[in-house]
């Protein structure tokens, strides 16, 4: 009896799946309010913004290794005219062929409302940047999440930074057999990680998944996939707006599996 009761729970963990809603996509994200002046000298052009008091949003800023709430970016062009710094602190180019950015950092939520876990409803996905900066990656609480995050899924992550090796150049990546992309809160930007699909089973609460990802530049210039520890994101660097294109659902599991 004890035996065919251990086999029955065995095929029931088997069985669980998870309820998928309907399919959407992906949305854009949401640009912090901010307060914003502009600055022009010479062939530089300056945006300095500060985000409003109770705002869940600030710069980590790079020279002080520590949490502002407000930043900068400069926009030098080099060769021809036309390079622009945008609301997410990149710099766009119209007929200027090389431009030079510097910033004085990056940004992402705060610690009291940032994380790094799964993301679980369009909402979410919403109310984060339409953007992720690489630099975001260098920070050392950021670095820490990432860390724990891997380690708690490490059995169904899928870690590699060549996953999909030519997505660099033709801003696509498609999962392969048996893999899946989840879609992953870091500090407020939004990666793609390339997962098992057992992951679906193994958690419990809703998960969004995408099977294809794309990167498109809305106006001008390039915009190829990044990766980083394996978290795939559009390099918006060389383009005024660039978007990460992908059919998504979410999955809501129905029960959740204990790990022994």
Known sequence: M??????LIS???????STKG????LPQGTYPVSEETAKIKNDSKTREFEFFEGSE?????????SATSGGSVTCTCREGTGCNPDQAGNCYMMSCTLCKKETS?????????GEV????SKEALEKNLPYTDEALFD?????????????????????????????MSSGKCQAQEGHTFIAVNVYGSTTFVPAKKEILRAVSGSVVTVSSLSCSCNVSGSCPMDSTWGHKYCDASSCTSCTM??????????????QG
Do not use: P
Request: net charge negative; charged share 30%; aromatic share 12%.
């Open 11 to 17: 095929w029931l963990s088997f069985l669980v799946e």
């Open 117 to 120: 876990g799964l993301i679980g």
């Open 139 to 167: 920070v050392k609480i950021v670095k820490d999440a990432l860390m724990d995050f891997e380690k708690k899924y490490e059995e169904y992550l899928v870690i590699e930074n060549d996953y999909c090796s030519k997505s």
């Open 57 to 65: 949003w600030q710069m980590w800023d790079f020279k002080k290794a």
């Open 245 to 258: 294109h992908g059919v998504a659902k979410i999955h809501q599991s129905v029960a959740k599996i204990h």
């Open 22 to 25: 309907e399919e959407f996509e």
């Open 2 to 7: 004890k035996l065919l009761s251990t086999i």
């Open 105 to 113: 950092g990056v940004m992402m939520r705060s610690e009291r409302s």
